[in-house]
């Protein structure tokens, strides 16, 4: 399998910390949708990352997808989800937060950097970044009150959060402080200790 994205994408670094927590062989190619857009639209027309070439050519989008598809097919049993129903509950709470958050990230960052200054919208953004500080207040609750949950480095939830929390730092610091998030500091700061993030780290020309 072919992983193909830039790592500084929270979406393709969360896939490929997942695959390497899951011990599911692959290779990881660093193209990028911005700087090297024909190279990727030669992989994948839509221009997606990440995008996961199966080893059949066949191409799968959306770091959700892609990571059901892996435990479903070629995981051996593993996973990085629990199996009680309500812990799955609420892994599934927090991993929606932290794709939330990494979504709304995005969007402010796009607007700030791809779109002119002149046609950028003021009240589009003021709700789009409530809608981000949202998301990470409800991230850093989840946290704060489950930390048996988070102190799993290989579940989904630990590095979904993680992984969002170390993109949106670096690209927006002053609109998410951090002082306001202490589990989530912790929780990145040991992490990104881990195996499994050193080996993929969040590297990329950005915007």
């Known amino acids: 399998m072919r992983l193909i994205g830039m790592l500084d994408s929270p979406y393709v670094r969360?896939?490929?910390?997942?695959?390497?927590?899951?011990?599911?062989?692959?290779?990881?190619?660093?193209?990028?949708?911005?700087?090297?857009?024909e190279q990727f639209q030669d992989v994948n027309p839509v221009v997606k990352a990440p995008t996961l070439v199966c080893d059949d050519g066949e191409i799968l989008?959306?770091?959700?997808?892609?990571?059901?598809?892996?435990?479903?097919?070629?995981?051996?049993?593993?996973?990085?989800?629990?199996?009680?129903?309500?812990?799955?509950?609420?892994?599934?709470?927090?991993?929606?937060?932290?794709?939330?958050?990494?979504?709304?990230?995005?969007?402010i960052i796009y607007e700030r950097n791809l779109r002119p200054k002149e046609a950028q919208h003021e009240p589009w953004v003021t709700r789009v970044t409530g809608q981000l500080l949202a998301a990470y207040a409800g991230l850093e609750r989840e946290v704060q009150?489950?930390?048996?949950?988070?102190?799993?480095?290989?579940?989904?939830?630990?590095?979904?959060?993680?992984?969002?929390?170390?993109?949106?730092q670096s690209m927006l610091t002053a609109v998410v402080p951090a002082s306001n998030h202490p589990g989530l500091v912790?929780?990145?700061?040991?992490?990104?200790?881990?195996?499994?993030?050193?080996?993929?780290?969040?590297v990329g020309p950005g915007v």
């Open 186 to 202: 912790k929780l990145s700061e040991r992490l990104e200790q881990t195996v499994e993030f050193q080996k993929y780290p969040p």
């Open 61 to 107: 989008m959306d770091s959700s997808l892609i990571l059901q598809f892996v435990e479903a097919t070629v995981a051996r049993g593993k996973s990085l989800w629990p199996a009680d129903p309500m812990e799955l509950q609420r892994e599934f709470r927090a991993v929606g937060l932290a794709l939330a958050a990494c979504e709304k990230s995005v969007q």
């Open 14 to 37: 969360r896939v490929a910390i997942a695959l390497e927590s899951l011990h599911v062989p692959f290779k990881h190619e660093p193209v990028s949708v911005f700087s090297t857009f």
């Open 145 to 168: 009150r489950r930390p048996a949950a988070f102190s799993v480095s290989h579940g989904q939830a630990a590095i979904s959060a993680a992984v969002a929390w170390q993109f949106t």
